[in-house]
């Protein structure tokens, strides 16, 4: 019974932190890759393919799907790298290009996107992101 007792309050212990720490997504690395942007293995020279907020995508052949990839949105954040680089922050990117193999990193985020989670400008940094 006791048992029974302190189930239900650690379930719900456990539920609570999961959403405080916000540990849900996949770990992988990332780097920022600059302009210019064009073309894109997604749709060429389309200028009205990058989001209005500047923050887009290069995926590894991990994460391309044949091309399925382009026009997915990732919710990502960083949370590890060299000489503590993590704001603390999450940004929604959307997929626009790939990264050509050997792609040095799981994903190359558009400028505006690595200046928004890290404060170096050009590190490798880790990165926990879900679709």
């Not at 992988?28 to 990058?50: D, I, K, V």
């Not at 990117?93 to 990193?105: H, I, Q």
Request: aromatic letters at 10%; a neutral charge.
């Amino acid at each position: 019974m006791v048992l029974r007792l302190l189930f239900f309050p650690a379930l719900i212990l456990c539920c609570t932190l999961s959403e405080i720490i916000g540990v849900s997504g996949d770990v992988g690395s990332a780097m920022p890759y600059h302009p210019p942007y064009l073309p894109t293995r997604c749709e060429g020279y389309n200028q009205n393919q990058f989001p209005a907020s500047g923050q887009f995508v290069a995926v590894s052949d991990s994460l391309w799907d044949n091309g399925a990839a382009c026009g997915r949105r990732y919710r990502m954040r960083c949370i590890s790298g060299p000489r503590h680089p993590c704001k603390d922050q999450y940004i929604v990117v959307e997929v626009v290009d790939f990264c050509n193999d050997p792609c040095p990193v799981t994903l190359l985020l558009s400028d505006k996107a690595f200046d928004a989670i890290s404060k170096l400008s050009n590190a490798r940094i880790n990165v926990e992101y879900m679709q």
